[in-house]
């Protein structure tokens, strides 16, 4: 099941640092890493121009005992190993400058699907939540697979609907396959595996879920794909480097905006402003952007149809129709829509933003809350 390449490359990553870079220049000088363990350190010096100290650590038969072990616990496991100089890599991701030397897999890999990255906050609202589960529906008879990092929120919601409507998907986890972060997505992990999905790590076994290793995984999540979607996130949230790193590698990001007084829209309308994202207007020209066919059903909008309240007046109850039918509409085109002068739909704005029915976004458009 593994070779002795295998081996080796484990424990020349395994060295003190030597990290991804390095262990590419290498093994790519030397052409595998068996050899590039069996040179002498005056040669490794020579060749690669690396210091003393990294090249005493080479050979060390600690690193090879490490490298003996982790073989041993991916064969009882049923991980596969892939490394990054054999092109075993998902496609896309061995094009990538800056992707790991070494990538853990458990399950399937479907490389004929075509992979839509979607990830975002920790806290998404309804309204992301809402957007996931229609695109998903929308996509469930399509040749898709959806990759993300099977994180409360956003990722469990990607992970959850893609199930529901038998698309595979892929989980890239932030530390190594002797544990599972958050414990309680253990049993998603599990359905994912079950239903043709897989999880990825570049971690080994020993390597516990720390804030930079969620960080570093991202840049996988981003390679993987030829587009990645942005449903919410904060300023200095982590999908902020998810858009960052598909935008390095020269990927699609798209963004759902929202409300700019909203905590967790604002890293997204941050990305579109910055002309980092494309903003998602709707699911079926989000679906046409992307090249995607969808199954014909009807169209869904991005806004929760709501139900007009009978205790409302008659004109108050017009103008909450028009912004439902139009979200993020200004007073004049109401104004035009219900057939009223622009003096009298004012109040009754005020009074619907009030009774808390609307609400206002930037150039006084309005939207329903």
Not at 148 to 158: E, M, P
Not at 189 to 197: F, Q, W
Not at 205 to 231: D, K
Request: with cysteine; charged share 20%.
């Amino acid at each position: 099941m593994f070779s002795e390449e295998h081996l080796y490359s484990i424990a020349l990553r395994h060295c003190p640092q030597i990290g991804d870079l390095y262990f590419k220049k290498i093994v790519g000088t030397a052409g595998s890493a068996q050899r590039a363990w069996n040179l002498h350190k005056h040669e490794l010096i020579k060749l690669y121009g690396i210091g003393n100290k990294i090249a005493e650590e080479i050979g060390k038969d600690s690193h090879l005992q490490f490298a003996e072990r982790e073989l041993e616990f991916c064969y009882k496991n049923n991980i596969q190993i892939l490394l990054s100089h054999q092109g075993n890599f998902p496609e896309l991701l061995h094009h990538c400058d800056d992707t790991p030397a070494i990538l853990y897999q458990k399950g399937k890999f479907n490389q004929y699907r075509t992979n839509i990255s979607i990830v975002g906050t920790r806290k998404c609202s309804k309204y992301g939540k809402e957007f996931i589960t229609e695109f998903l529906y929308s996509l469930r008879n399509n040749n898709l697979q959806t990759v993300s990092g099977l994180a409360i929120g956003t990722d469990t919601c990607t992970h959850e609907e893609s199930l529901k409507n038998n698309i595979p998907t892929v989980a890239v986890l932030a530390h190594g396959f002797h544990m599972l972060y958050p414990t309680k997505n253990r049993k998603l992990a599990d359905k994912i595996l079950e239903h043709n999905g897989c999880l990825f790590t570049e971690f080994n076994s020993l390597q516990p879920p720390i804030r930079e290793s969620f960080i570093q995984r991202n840049r996988i999540i981003a390679g993987m794909s030829p587009a990645t979607i942005i449903t919410e996130t904060a300023y200095g949230g982590g999908s902020v480097s998810t858009a960052n790193y598909a935008n390095i590698y020269n990927r699609e990001v798209l963004a759902l905006p929202g409300p700019i007084e909203d905590k967790y829209s604002q890293g997204c309308n941050l990305l579109i402003s910055q002309n980092k994202a494309r903003i998602i207007v709707s699911i079926s020209d989000t679906i046409d952007y992307l090249g995607l066919a969808a199954k014909p059903v009807e169209q869904l909008s991005l806004f929760h149809k709501k139900e007009i309240p009978a205790s409302l007046t008659s004109e108050q109850q017009l103008t909450l129709s028009a912004i439902i039918d139009c979200p993020n509409i200004n007073p004049d085109e109401i104004a035009e829509k219900v057939s009223l002068h622009v003096y009298k739909i004012l109040p009754i704005i005020l009074d619907l933003e009030l009774l808390g029915h609307i609400k206002a976004s930037s150039g006084r458009q309005y939207y329903p809350s």
